[in-house]
């Protein structure tokens, strides 16, 4: 379906969102990771989804792609130190929240990618009642001590990338290759593909500092998540050098009940060849989900 808005879903905030798939579904809302655009949910991915009997939600979170885009001066050592940011991750599962509300959906599914997962685990933690089941994938707790970026994820979390179109793609490409998945390769023409749409949508550099700046402000959710009740699955890979393993395995054992999919040769990403195992894992969760709750409503 084509691009459309929610207005005003949290303090003048308006959110650009696509759906797939038959409205009286499985309601299943997709969150993308730091300075991403909602089409780093692969069309394909959603369809895939879609065809297991899921009404697909994806947008771009605030500060990146078609969403509003904000103001306000960045320091990440303010951050990180002094937990100050321009907004808060809280914030942006307001903002989730409110698109759900636009949308007439009073459950979902929620899978969340990198900052993805944070968001997601908060509005679990925060609007439980709005949440059917939880997949976290390759993100964290919060805690500084797991999931801490390589060296190289380092560099390329504090490396601007070229405001030109054809210096953006080159820079997409290079970062692909340095932070590759050894058991899956790097499939150029899909990376370049994915870097030309993301500029055609609109690249906002301040936005995913201020996203940064979010993420490392935030506090540690492990206590939070020990008293989380939802079927959750969790999925990290052994070669992400953005969230370390650690972070996946500090997720899955923070939230009782957690599945743990740990995929050997993974980077920070989901290659085309891993969508159908994703989507049995996420089919699974929801599943659970359903035998702990078989009368919910489908909306």
Same mark, same amino acid.
């Given at each position: %379906?084509?691009?459309?808005?929610?207005?005003?879903?949290?303090?003048?905030?308006? @959110?650009c969102?696509? &759906?797939?798939?038959?409205? &009286?579904?499985?309601? $299943?809302?997709?969150?993308i990771?730091?300075g /991403?655009?909602?089409?780093?949910?692969?069309?394909?991915?959603?369809?895939?989804? =879609?065809?297991r009997g899921?009404?697909?939600?994806?947008?771009?979170?605030? +500060?990146?792609?078609?969403?509003?885009?904000l103001?306000?001066?960045?320091?990440?050592?303010r951050?990180?130190?002094l937990?100050?940011?321009?907004?808060?991750?809280?914030? %942006?599962?307001? +903002?989730?929240?409110?698109?759900l509300?636009h949308?007439g959906?009073?459950?979902?599914?929620?899978?969340?990618?990198? %900052?993805?997962?944070?968001?997601?685990?908060?509005i679990?933690? !925060? #609007?439980?009642?709005?949440?059917?089941s939880? &997949?976290?994938? %390759?993100?964290?707790?919060?805690?500084?001590?797991?999931?801490r970026?390589?060296?190289t994820g380092?560099?390329t979390?504090l @490396?601007?990338?070229?405001?030109?179109?054809?210096? #953006?793609i080159?820079?997409q490409?290079?970062?692909?290759?340095?932070?590759? /998945?050894?058991g899956?390769?790097? !499939?150029?023409?899909?990376?370049?593909? *994915?870097?030309?749409?993301? #500029?055609?949508?609109?690249?906002?550099?301040?936005?995913? =500092? *201020?996203q940064?700046?979010?993420?490392?402000?935030?506090? !540690?959710?492990?206590?939070? $998540?020990?008293? @989380?009740?939802?079927?959750t699955?969790?999925?990290?890979?052994?070669?992400?050098?953005?969230?370390?393993?650690?972070?996946?395995?500090?997720?899955?054992?923070?939230?009782?009940?957690?599945?743990?999919?740990?995929?050997?040769? @993974?980077?920070?990403?989901?290659?085309?060849?891993?969508?159908?195992?994703?989507?049995r #894992?996420?089919?699974?969760?929801?599943?659970?989900a359903?035998?702990?709750?078989?009368?919910?409503?489908?909306?």
């Amino acid at each position: %379906m084509a691009e459309q808005f929610a207005r005003g879903v949290n303090d003048g905030i308006d @959110l650009c969102f696509e &759906t797939f798939g038959d409205p &009286t579904g499985e309601p $299943l809302l997709l969150i993308i990771g730091l300075g /991403s655009p909602m089409t780093w949910w692969d069309t394909e991915f959603c369809e895939m989804l =879609a065809d297991r009997g899921f009404y697909v939600v994806r947008f771009d979170n605030r +500060d990146s792609g078609r969403s509003t885009w904000l103001d306000g001066e960045v320091d990440l050592a303010r951050a990180l130190l002094l937990r100050r940011a321009p907004y808060r991750l809280e914030d %942006m599962a307001r +903002d989730t929240v409110g698109l759900l509300d636009h949308l007439g959906l009073s459950q979902v599914h929620l899978v969340g990618a990198s %900052m993805g997962g944070m968001i997601a685990q908060l509005i679990a933690l !925060d #609007y439980s009642s709005r949440v059917r089941s939880l &997949t976290s994938v %390759m993100s964290n707790t919060g805690s500084k001590l797991v999931g801490r970026p390589t060296l190289t994820g380092w560099r390329t979390l504090l @490396l601007s990338a070229p405001q030109d179109r054809d210096g #953006y793609i080159e820079h997409q490409v290079r970062v692909a290759h340095r932070l590759h /998945s050894p058991g899956f390769g790097v !499939d150029e023409e899909r990376v370049r593909r *994915r870097a030309i749409e993301s #500029y055609e949508r609109g690249l906002n550099p301040d936005g995913r =500092a *201020r996203q940064f700046a979010a993420i490392l402000a935030a506090p !540690d959710r492990t206590p939070r $998540l020990r008293q @989380l009740r939802v079927p959750t699955t969790v999925i990290h890979g052994t070669d992400d050098h953005l969230v370390n393993v650690s972070g996946g395995l500090a997720t899955a054992r923070a939230i009782p009940g957690a599945e743990l999919h740990v995929i050997n040769g @993974l980077g920070h990403e989901l290659p085309p060849a891993l969508w159908p195992r994703c989507v049995r #894992y996420i089919e699974h969760t929801a599943e659970r989900a359903a035998a702990a709750a078989p009368e919910h409503s489908s909306h």
